[in-house]
T-cell receptor, first 112, second 115 residues
Framework: GENVEQHPSTLSVQEGDSAVIKCTYS??????FPWYKQELGKRPQLIID?????GEKKDQRIAVTLNKTAKHFSLHITETQPEDSAVYFC???????????FGIGTKLQVIP | ETGVTQSPTHLIKTRGQQVTLRCSSQ?????VSWYQQALGQGPQFIFQ???????GRGNFPPRFSGLQFPNYSSELNVNALELDDSALYLC??????????????FGAGSRLTVL
């Protein structure tokens, strides 16, 4: 089955700096890679996703890159703000009826 | 359009007891997945229900079981509770049709404490 590894487990950045979270996956059949943000005591919320037919996707200050050959994908947050502080989860799935497998999570702290 | 709702939000049980958690899926969704999230960990897949049948299962013992109803709502049942079952249980609904991606929408979770 799919295995998703995520690092770092914790990340502290100064407000305004960039943050990068990296994930690797094992199943070459995976073709959909979502990222979720979970604030303390709240539900995971989808913030961005990428499909295997593209290498990069941007949405304002957030971008995701995918390297299918290396089975790597990364989340990039630019100009970080205190409200970006949360736990971020990467995930992978072959799509269709297949389960979504999550990474262990990265706790991001943005220091004002 | 309503989101995913779960009940109860918090509950405390003792070892050996049984628990039932409930989930109402988002309007337009036909699939429900259940995840267990231990403190400081990522969500772990328990199982998925589609058309009222289990459609995929993670590494959880048979004492974890579920149901999906005709209105796409779902229940998670856990028998013979163990201390390690203490966790946040997340329900996520999605629409599966053809080869499209399984885009999950999560509920707020049910936090179970086993004493």
């Amino acid at each position: 089955g799919e295995n998703v590894e995520q690092h770092p487990s914790t990340l502290s950045v100064q407000e305004g700096d960039s943050a990068v979270i990296k994930c690797t996956y094992s199943d070459s059949a995976s073709n959909y890679f979502p990222w979720y943000k979970q604030e303390l005591g709240k539900r995971p919320q989808l913030i961005i996703d990428i499909r295997s037919n593209v290498g990069e996707k941007k949405d304002q200050r957030i971008a995701v890159t995918l390297n299918k050959t290396a089975k790597h994908f990364s989340l990039h947050i630019t100009e970080t703000q205190p409200e970006d502080s949360a736990v971020y989860f990467c995930a992978a799935t072959p799509g269709g009826y297949q389960k979504v497998t999550f990474g262990i999570g990265t706790k991001l702290q943005v220091i004002p | 359009e309503t989101g995913v709702t779960q009940s109860p939000t918090h509950l405390i049980k003792t070892r050996g007891q049984q628990v039932t958690l409930r989930c109402s899926s988002q309007s337009g969704h036909n699939t429900v997945s259940w995840y267990q999230q231990a403190l400081g960990q990522g969500p772990q897949f328990i199982f998925q229900y589609y058309r009222e049948e289990e459609n995929g299962r993670g590494n959880f013992p048979p004492r974890f079981s579920g149901l999906q109803f005709p209105n796409y709502s779902s229940e998670l049942n856990v028998n013979a509770l163990e201390l390690d079952d203490s966790a946040l249980y997340l329900c996520a609904s999605s629409f599966i049709g053809g080869a499209g991606a399984n885009v999950l929408t999560f509920g707020a979770g049910s936090r179970l404490t086993v004493l």
